[in-house]
């Protein structure tokens, strides 16, 4: 399973980066509208402060590892401990697979949790006063789960991805998910804002032009290798 899976992550990884060129190109303007997205913007920059002051590693890794158990118990593995320090963690199961394993690096936890409190507090007031609030707290959510797992995945390589099926396999794969996962938010966030055949229509094209280029030039290092072979 293991070659399977790495020939899988390198095929899918020009698919992958393509995917964070395309979502940048459709995000970033609509994140630029600042009169509509100052809440979240907002909340992003508040986020950013916090990291880069080095707090909030303890809220990190308690997300991760709840995010393992809860993976775990959606996939109906039973999980036996979980154990949280400020630096490190850790979630005891009976077994693990690559949903499992991969889980808190795709999934913002936070920011369900926000978004199910403020769908709570709607259903008994009326959730207009409550949405600019709401935006902060997706923002600074959403960007403390992008911020910690770039810092994560561009560490040593973690024991998930080994778990998952290599960092070969799981790191295009999780670029590809969380790509996909922004943009859905953003979109549910903003739905004017994003416009969803559009942007699927956008990665489509760049992950086309992705492997046309990879091709081409491919046929050109054959076509030219063949021709000092014949000489």
């Known amino acids: 399973m293991r070659p399977f899976k790495t020939i899988t992550g390198i095929i ?6 393509a995917a964070v060129w395309a979502t940048g190109a459709a995000l970033g303007p609509a994140l630029a509208k600042f009169s509509v997205t100052f809440p979240l913007l907002g909340g992003a920059l508040a986020c950013g402060l916090l990291h880069a002051s080095g707090r909030g590693k303890r809220l990190y890794v308690t ?61 008994f007031w009326p959730a207009a006063q409550f949405r600019p609030w709401f ?10 789960h ?14 998930d991805l080994k778990k998952a099926g290599g960092p070969v396999f799981s790191l295009p794969l999780l670029l590809l998910l969380n790509c996909l996962g922004l943009t859905a938010a953003i979109k549910l966030l903003f739905p004017e804002l994003v416009h969803a055949r559009a942007y699927c229509a956008g990665v489509l094209h760049a992950q086309g032009a992705a492997y046309r280029g990879i091709y081409s030039a491919a046929s050109y290092v054959f076509n030219t290798a063949k021709m000092y072979w014949r000489t």
């Open 12 to 17: 899918l990884a020009p698919a992958a980066l």
């Open 63 to 123: 997300a991760h590892e709840l995010t393992h158990a809860l993976a775990a118990v959606f996939s109906g593995v039973r999980v036996r401990k979980i154990s949280v320090k400020r630096q490190s963690g850790y979630v005891l199961l009976d077994s693990t697979n690559s949903f499992i394993s991969l889980a808190p690096y795709f999934i913002p936890l936070y920011t369900l949790t926000v978004a199910a409190g403020y769908w709570l507090a709607g259903r």
């Open 135 to 144: 935006l902060a707290a997706a923002g600074f959510t959403l960007t403390f």
């Open 146 to 159: 992008v911020l910690h797992t770039a810092d994560v995945l561009t560490g040593p390589v973690q024991s």
